[in-house]
T-cell receptor, first 111, second 116 residues
Framework: NAGVTQTPKFQVLKTGQSMTLQCAQD?????MSWYRQDPGMGLRLIHYSVGAGITDQGEVPNGYNVSRSTTEDFPLRLLSAAPSQTSVYFC??????????FGSGTRLTVV | KQEVTQIPAALSVPEGENLVLNCSFT??????LQWFRQDPGKGLTSLLLIQSSQREQTSGRLNASLDKSSGRSTLYIAASQPGDSATYLCAVRPGGYGGSQGNLIFGKGTKLSVKP
């Protein structure tokens, strides 16, 4: 099994550009979520989904959109990138009540 | 609101020492607790998962304990090695299912350095 796959691994954007971070899992997990990790702030939840067609906001949702059209995929869209969105982004998934599996991350720089 | 704290923020030990990393949480009503390892520039690797009904879990040189009533978990590393150097993160899951209760709440981690 591939687990949780995130693409791209690295990305540099200019302020105002948009992009989509991809996340796919092949474990048939219901739960999927996006976190960002910043120095001194730890991991903060952006958006999450409890199943296909169901999404909700986490702690820091502003500037990001998500959708979940299939169980496998949970893309994160940056609508108009800002320097404050420079961060490392992690996607994670889990079964109900089970442990989480994390992807390897996307390192995003907004200039 | 659930909060997770890890103390110390950083720890340096000589190779071969047994060590304990601490994690505390403010609300004892958790579904499970998960310990992760993160190497610099890398993702999170799950080490141990303890369900709320369990007291401890073991994997190789690692042993994690859970005391829900006191809001504490410890990660014990036996005979530490330089390869154990990493940041260790503790995360609690408030509920098994049901909206936001299924999301993890993280501590800020303990950065461990094991010196040869």
């Amino acid at each position: 099994n591939a687990g949780v796959t995130q693409t791209p691994k690295f990305q540099v954007l200019k302020t105002g550009q948009s992009m989509t971070l991809q996340c796919a899992q092949d474990m048939n997990h219901e739960y999927m979520s996006w976190y960002r990790q910043d120095p001194g702030m730890g991991l903060r939840l952006i958006h999450y989904s409890v199943g296909a067609g169901i999404t909700d906001q986490g702690e820091v949702p502003n500037g990001y959109n998500v959708s979940r059209s299939t169980t496998e995929d949970f893309p994160l869209r940056l609508l108009s990138a800002a320097p404050s969105q420079t961060s490392v982004y992690f996607c994670a998934s889990s079964y109900v009540g089970d442990g989480y599996t994390f992807g390897s991350g996307t390192r995003l720089t907004v200039v | 609101k659930q909060e997770v704290t890890q103390i110390p923020a950083a720890l340096s030990v000589p190779e071969g020492e047994n060590l304990v990393l601490n994690c505390s949480f403010t609300d004892s009503a958790i579904y499970n607790l998960q310990w992760f390892r993160q190497d610099p520039g890398k993702g999170l690797t799950s080490l141990l998962l303890i369900q709320s009904s369990q007291r401890e879990q073991t994997s190789g040189r690692l042993n994690a304990s859970l005391d829900k009533s006191s809001g504490r978990s410890t990660l014990y590393i036996a005979a530490s090695q330089p390869g154990d150097s990493a940041t260790y993160l503790c995360a609690v899951r408030p509920g098994g299912y049901g909206g936001s209760q299924g999301n993890l709440i993280f501590g800020k981690g303990t950065k461990l350095s094991v010196k040869p």
